[in-house]
């Protein structure tokens, strides 16, 4: 049996729509906390084993065909547009320390994001050195924090 080795990046990726619902949504295990602001918490609280952390955002928060769920309230569209830049310029001033961004347009560029990301990985990557976290120690360390209150 080969031992899985864990990729040192975990990704979050959330569209504009999606990010927008996420941040009004409350958290249900973390009140007071919205469900967006949940998950930042456990990314970074509870994946210490991965150094890289990204948040991609995909999709344009200024197109209100992002939004077009809302497109009878002008003002509810202007207000969810109003927290997803918030959002993205907190996550890009470091207010989520050691998460890091990077915004696509659309689903196409967020593939072509991850598959540069892997070529660059497999380009790097050193079958002498391969990487130390296995998936077993991952899932069982991430099982414990979550765990944790």
Known sequence: MIDERVFDM???????????????????????????????YKLQQHCGLISNKLFLLEGDEDCPVQFNHHEGNPAQLQLMRKRVKTLRMQIEQGEYRGVDITCTRNKDDTVQFLIDQ?????????????PILTMKRFKSTIDKHMKAP
Do not use: G
């Open 10 to 40: 975990i990704v979050e990726r959330k569209n504009v729509t999606d990010l927008s619902n996420c941040l009004i949504v409350p958290s249900k295990k973390y009140k007071p906390l919205s469900f967006f602001e949940a998950q930042m």
């Open 118 to 130: 892997m070529e660059n990985f497999q380009r790097n990557f050193d079958p002498a050195e391969p």
